[in-house]
């Protein structure tokens, strides 16, 4: 038997791998189209079929054996059929020359009687067929051939919808992915802006694209710096040096964050936070105190450690000053928030002006904390732009009031009210 190949035919396999139709399992719809067929044109059998390569797939069958999926592509009639846009109408097999030495017509299948139509695709490919069969001579009135037309239009129509509900399928699953690609890159977006934004600021921020700056009366700034650090620099290697600054500032972040304080930078190795804002509160000072108390309790700590080892010593200065600051947010692409004001200037020269070791408070802080903490006056010391400001060493909690006997956790009375 002669084999027969459309002109298209690399172009027609790669379109019918495109609505991924082969080996797919049964379905009502293709059925009932081949039942239909069947019934109307009083043929034994009916198929709806597809060829590839090498053989012609039953995608849907009636009146043939279950077991019976594909025929090979060189035996088969259909592979005639796709190669014109119309009917093949064959009344009697064995008397069309094209067909008659085919094994489905001389071997044990005997067939006799074939009449199909190709299913032609929207871009014009003969995809596969809609056939009837028998196994004698027959012939078809025009109503029958035309209904076999119509049927194989209504396959071509399921096979394109079976396509568009696939590819609609597959693309609200792509939308899915990105959607959760764009949730997964705003959850990243949001945890980045919360390293470097307090959680009002940065919501303030993805609202409105910016962030109005605010004036706070009262806050209590915190500023924190080691001494000798040029010298740790010179005499340690580099990457060990910035490798000892990440673990300290890391706990310090986790000890200002238990006292309601807000990291607003790091400068190399000075460190500054600050109570009582973005949430305005009345326990700032206090907050600010207990943890610089608990700082300088964990560099104390460290350093006792350090010293039995023969390493040299990370000690701090830090200062404290209560004032009026304005907050805000600088910068278009590298957010930044940043307080400004006379009150930060004077708690860094407070940090400049303690002893290593120890915690400098400013006048305004003292009298905050002073009801609840042990201090120690050193009078007026000259203050760069500011001249003799009055000065107190935090030494530790009141002793009734700690819950540790170095006086830097407090009791269950530290937080009732205390007398002036």
Not at 175 to 201: H, M
Not at 385 to 393: E, H, L, Q, R, V
């Amino acid at each position: 038997m002669k084999t027969y190949l459309p002109d298209n035919e690399l172009e027609r396999q790669h379109a019918l791998k495109t609505y991924r139709i082969l080996d797919t399992p049964p379905e009502i719809a293709y059925d009932d189209l081949a039942d239909l067929a069947a019934q109307i044109c009083g043929c034994s059998a009916a198929l709806l079929t597809f060829l590839d390569d090498k053989r012609q797939w039953l995608k849907a069958k009636c009146g043939l054996p279950p077991e019976l999926t594909h025929v090979p592509k060189e035996i088969s009639v259909c592979q005639a059929t796709i190669c014109q846009d119309d009917l093949m109408y064959v009344p009697d097999l064995t008397k069309d020359s094209r067909f008659s030495d085919s094994p489905l017509v001389t071997g044990e299948f005997a067939l006799r009687f074939y009449c199909g139509m190709p299913l032609i695709s929207e871009e014009g490919y003969a995809l596969g067929t809609l056939c009837v069969i028998d196994f004698q001579p027959r012939e078809l009135s025009f109503e029958q051939q035309e209904a076999m037309r119509s049927i194989s239009r209504q396959a071509v129509a399921q096979l394109e919808l079976r396509r568009r509900l696939r590819e609609r399928d597959e693309m609200l699953a792509e939308l899915d992915k990105a959607r959760a690609a764009a949730e997964a890159e705003r959850r990243k977006s949001d945890a980045l802006l919360l390293n470097i934004l307090p959680p009002a600021v940065a919501e303030e921020l993805k609202t409105n694209e910016k962030v109005r700056p605010r004036f706070y009366q009262s806050v209590s700034i915190l500023f924190i710096d080691f001494v000798d650090f040029t010298r740790h620099v010179e005499a340690i290697e580099p990457a060990q040096v910035v490798h000892q600054l990440d673990e300290y500032y890391t706990k310090f972040d986790e000890i200002i964050a238990r006292h309601r304080l807000e990291k607003v930078k790091t400068i190399g190795d000075a460190y500054l936070c600050v109570g009582g804002l973005p949430e305005p509160n009345r326990t700032h000072a206090v907050d600010a105190a207990l943890a610089a108390l608990e700082i300088q309790d964990l560099l104390a700590k460290a350093n006792r450690q350090r010293e039995r080892l023969r390493l040299p010593l990370w000690m701090a200065r830090i200062g404290i000053n209560t004032g009026p600051v304005i907050a805000g947010v600088v910068g278009a692409r590298k957010f930044s928030y940043d307080i400004w004001g006379n009150a930060v200037n004077v708690a860094a020269r407070l940090q400049a002006a303690a002893d290593p070791g120890r915690i400098n408070l400013a006048e305004t802080t003292w009298n905050l904390v002073k009801a609840r903490f042990a201090c120690e006056p050193r009078g007026s010391i000259e203050v760069k732009g500011k001249g003799p400001t009055p000065m107190y060493f935090l030494d530790r909690i009141k002793p009734d009031l700690a819950a540790d006997p170095a006086g830097v956790v407090p009791n269950d009375r530290f937080w009732r009210p205390q007398g002036p």
